[in-house]
């Protein structure tokens, strides 16, 4: 089965700065991965999906990118809002596993 | 609006069983298919199990294969899992998810229940 592996495992950053995640796949799924915030005691919510398809309402500062092994999320300028933990899950074909997230904190 | 609704989790002995639920509205829910993915205590994320949208096609983690079963009715507009042989280990909140495109299972999550606790112990 593929492995989906992200790093970090968490960071902290100040507001206003630019965040980037990387999820690496131990085999190429094309462009088969999304991404999902989860707030502390809420359900999961998504955020891109295709590697770099902006979900709707989803604000313009996360953006998505990769293909094959590599991809990476961008926050672009950070907000308190954005505090959580951010998981990538690739949907090629089962299992649709997920990596083992990145907790996302303001410094 | 586009709504999950889960139920039937609760607290059971180890070797115990139970049949989640999932109750969908607000699409045409035989087109999509659906899958559980649960969240043990303070980890991440594991996706459990997936089923076509006509049911035909069936997907399990190999840590529940043998031991969980998805099911729909697309009569009901429900999803099932039903979850035998329970282990401590399988304590989390299951949630089940829509996924976004219709007529495939190569699409992202677009849509999540609340989740149903299920507690072994």
């Known amino acids: 089965d593929i492995q989906m592996t992200q790093s970090p495992s968490s960071l902290s950053a100040s507001v206003g700065d630019r965040v980037t995640i990387t999820c690496r796949a131990s085999?190429?799924?094309?462009?088969?991965l999304a991404w999902f915030q989860q707030k502390p005691g809420k359900v999961p919510r998504l955020l891109i999906y295709?590697?770099?398809t902006l979900q709707s309402g989803v604000p313009s500062r996360f953006s998505g990118s990769g293909s094959g092994t590599d991809f990476t999320l961008t926050i672009s300028s950070l907000q308190p809002e954005d505090v959580a933990t951010y998981y990538c899950q690739k949907y090629n074909s089962a299992p649709w596993t997920f990596g083992q997230g990145t907790k996302v904190e303001i410094k | 609006e586009v709504q999950l609704v889960e139920s039937g989790g609760g607290l059971v002995q180890p070797g115990g069983s139970l049949r989640l639920s999932c109750a969908a509205s607000g699409f045409i829910f035989s087109t999509y298919a659906m899958s559980w993915v649960r969240q043990a205590p303070g980890k991440g994320l594991e996706w459990v199990s997936g089923?076509?949208?006509?049911?035909?096609?069936?997907y399990y983690a190999d840590s529940v294969k043998g031991r969980f079963t998805i099911s729909r009715d697309n009569s009901k507009f429900t999803l099932y899992l039903q979850i035998n042989s329970l282990r401590t280990e399988d304590t989390a909140i299951y949630y089940c998810?829509?996924?976004?495109?219709?007529?495939?299972?190569?699409?992202?999550?677009?849509?999540w229940g609340q989740g149903t606790m299920v507690t072994v112990s």
């Open positions: 998810a829509k996924f976004i495109d219709d007529r495939t299972v190569r699409a992202a999550s677009d849509i």
């Open positions: 085999q190429g799924i094309s462009n088969y």
């Open positions: 089923i076509s949208g006509g049911g035909s096609n069936k």
């Open positions: 295709a590697a770099s």
